[in-house]
Every structure is written in C-alpha cells, then in structure tokens.
C-alpha cells in the first residue's frame, strides 16, 4: 500500500497527480473520480481503471448506482493496438505528422548543410529558421487533431450524462 503521494490518474489523456491513496479514495467515494479513469503509481506495469484496483473499489459507497462499470466509447482496457486501429478509436494521423517532422528536420540539416558548402549565406537561415517552421506547421496540424479527440471526448461525456 503507498503511503505518499505517488498516485496518478488520467481522464481523457489529461493526467492528474501526484496524489496520496487517501486523496484518490476521498475523489472515488465522493464520486469524483471519473467511472472512465485510469491510475498508475510506480511499480505498475501499466495504467487500469482504477475499478481495478482494490485499494479504490473499496472506497466506492455500498449502493452507489453511478459506479457501474463504464461503456467505453473508446478503447476499452486490454485492447489491442491492432483492433484500435482497425476499428479507429486511435488516429494514426498524429503519429505520420511526428514522421513528417523528422523527415522536415533532415530535410533542413541537408540543405543546409549542402548550401552552406556551396556558399550560399541562405543556407545559414534554412538550418537556424527551418526546424522552427517545421515544428510550428506540425504542430498546427496536430491541433486540429488534438480539437478533435477534445470534442469527442465532450460529447460522449455529454451523452454519458444524459443516460
């Protein structure tokens, strides 16, 4: 059993913590605690839905209706990468853009390079300049992706609600 405040909790890839086991209890038992929460502490292999671990479910009120196990709109605990993948719970996109980036990265470091052995004072600008504007562009475009995943998660806690 942990005794400081070595717990942490996500919802909705938002990560919370570090928190005390008694201060998770009291955001289980008080209802906080969102039913589609993971925690983890060190020596855990992996985040689990903190229904998973006794130290929380004990904590959840005798007769307290709201804690029925979660529908999960998005990948359930212990899917597999292969099945998200196939059935689109996990966008690839933002993956390729970090690709892109590398790639926008070399692309940079080489004409630079090449430039500045040819002479051309431009290339200086490419090498200092050129990461920055591939960083910027990349990022812009995993905003959107970003906007996106934030929207979903919303609606389906909206639906979630109304049920």
């Known amino acids: ?11 909705g890839g938002n990560q919370h ?3 005390s086991l008694d201060e998770l209890r009291s ?3 008080s209802g906080q605690l969102p039913i589609d929460a993971v925690v983890w502490r060190s020596g855990m292999s ?27 709109v998005g990948a359930p605990p212990g899917s ?21 980036f590398w790639l926008g990265i070399g692309a940079c470091l080489v004409i630079g390079i090449v430039g500045l052995a040819q002479g051309a004072i431009e290339a200086l600008l490419v ?9 910027i562009y ?6 959107f992706f970003r906007m ?11 639906v979630r609600q109304r049920r």
Not at 1 to 11: E, N, Q
Not at 53 to 72: D, F, N, Q, T
Request: proline residues 10%; hydrophobic residues 50%.
């Open 80 to 100: 597999s990468p292969f099945v998200d993948f196939l059935v689109f719970r996990r966008m690839i996109v933002p993956l390729i853009i970090q690709v892109i």
């Open 1 to 11: 059993m942990a005794t400081g405040k070595d717990w942490r909790y996500a919802v």
């Open 46 to 72: 992996d985040w689990v839905p903190w229904q998973q671990v006794p130290e929380l479910a004990s904590a959840v009120p005798s007769g307290a209706g709201a804690y029925a196990p979660p529908h999960y």
């Open 27 to 29: 955001l289980v038992s």
């Open 127 to 135: 090498l200092v300049l050129g990461p920055l504007v591939v960083r």
């Open 148 to 158: 996106n995943e934030t929207l979903t998660d919303i609606k389906n806690e909206l």
């Open 17 to 19: 913590g570090p928190l």
């Open 138 to 143: 990349c990022e812009l475009l995993i905003i």
